[in-house]
């Protein structure tokens, strides 16, 4: 199982934004499999992403948790809602890394979507400047609130044009490539990359 990543790139706003929406993007790995597997299985394994992105501090995660035990059905709704946000994101990704233009019927849905959840969000006047914060610490959304902005940003953003699918047929995460020259193949070099150059080379020995 992959646990590690390359270097990610500097910190700036919008590698922060591309770093969080990959990662909830690649909660579901091996998609092209008949063995995908789920990383968004119960509402505790999106807390986990939120917080790893560091949309939510651990407390605050805890909080949602122990609410989201008392409101069971709720949190299987926000689970659900969550993995659809994801394939309609996935989807767009794949047309734009085909230099297509998304679905009418993705954009409709994924435009429906990221604006219900940008609505709950507000300025505020934090360190002598405006900021965008969200209220609702006990919403149980909340951790969808965060990735429709972040989502929203990187697919208005340049960057959106460096978001590339691994090339390796058993995984189908996606990455940032950050190569002068776009030439980037795999999310991660060491796993990926390497698991097709042992099977090119068994393949040349047949």
Known sequence: MKTSK???PAATAENVDATRVLAFVNTLSARATDTPVEGLA???????????SAILRADDGERL???SRRRVAEAERVVHRA???RELLHETFAALAARKSPGAQTLESLSAQ????YQHGRLVVADARLQWAYGGDEDLARPLWEAARAATRLLTSPRIARVRACDAPDCG??????TRNGSRRWCDMKVCGNRDKVRRFRERQR
């Open 65 to 67: 948790i122990e609410r």
């Open 173 to 178: 995460w996606w990455f940032l490539d950050d």
């Open 6 to 8: 390359t270097r990610p």
């Open 83 to 85: 993995r659809q946000l």
């Open 42 to 52: 119960s509402y505790e394994s999106l807390v986990e992403w939120a917080r790893a």
């Open 114 to 117: 990221l604006s219900e959840w």
